[in-house]
């Protein structure tokens, strides 16, 4: 088997009683830049269809996406949910990334929310990024790529 279970969790994230899932995989591979299918991690979503079926989603561009960002942790609250990246350049920098989705109750989709990014630099500089819907405008679950998603925000 190619992936393993690196965190679930389960939550009604679209107020109808049922519950939901989401699972984060992770990959038996080391990632090879030579292998892209040792970049795939994917995170899936199981929305709870009144206990009869679950609708699928899938998204396999979180991470470890083209910088290597490592999976965290995934936080629930409501509607909305962060998966937390980390990453490590020694001698260079250490930052985190924080990618909020929510459940549209009017659409019925999950969308993102929000992108945070923190960089600490080892000389002392600091990066930090923080946009929201109104500067990436709508980006479904499925459909959201860390690779290219800061160049959407305000710099």
Same mark, same amino acid.
């Given at each position: 088997? =190619?992936?393993? /279970? ?11 009683? &049922?519950?939901?899932?989401? @699972? /984060? ?17 994917? @995170? $899936? @979503? ?7 079926? +679950? ?5 396999? &561009? ?8 490592? !999976?965290?942790?995934? /936080?629930?609250?409501?509607? &909305? !949910? ?6 490590? /350049?020694?001698? =260079?920098?250490?930052?985190?990334? +924080?990618?909020? !989705?929510? +459940?549209? *109750?009017?659409?019925?989709? $999950?969308?993102?929310? %929000?992108?945070? *990014? ?7 500089? =600091?990066?930090? @990024?923080?946009?929201? *819907?109104?500067? !990436? ?6 459909? +959201? ?9 305000? %710099?």
């Amino acid at each position: 088997n =190619k992936y393993f /279970v690196v965190e679930e969790k389960t939550h009604n994230l679209n107020n109808d009683t &049922f519950m939901d899932k989401i @699972i /984060v995989l992770g990959n038996r591979e080391d990632v090879n830049p030579q292998n892209p299918d040792t970049k795939i991690s994917p @995170i $899936i @979503i199981l929305l709870n269809q009144q206990d009869r079926s +679950y609708k699928i989603l899938k998204n396999e &561009f979180i991470y470890p996406n083209d910088y290597g960002d490592a !999976f965290k942790r995934l /936080v629930i609250k409501n509607n &909305f !949910f962060t998966i937390e990246l980390s990453n490590e /350049v020694p001698d =260079k920098y250490v930052s985190e990334k +924080y990618v909020t !989705f929510r +459940y549209n *109750e009017k659409s019925k989709e $999950i969308v993102l929310s %929000k992108y945070g *990014e923190n960089i600490n630099w080892n000389d002392g500089r =600091k990066n930090n @990024i923080l946009c929201s *819907e109104k500067n !990436f405008g709508k980006i479904l679950f499925q459909d +959201y790529n860390s690779n290219n998603v800061n160049g959407k925000c305000p %710099k």
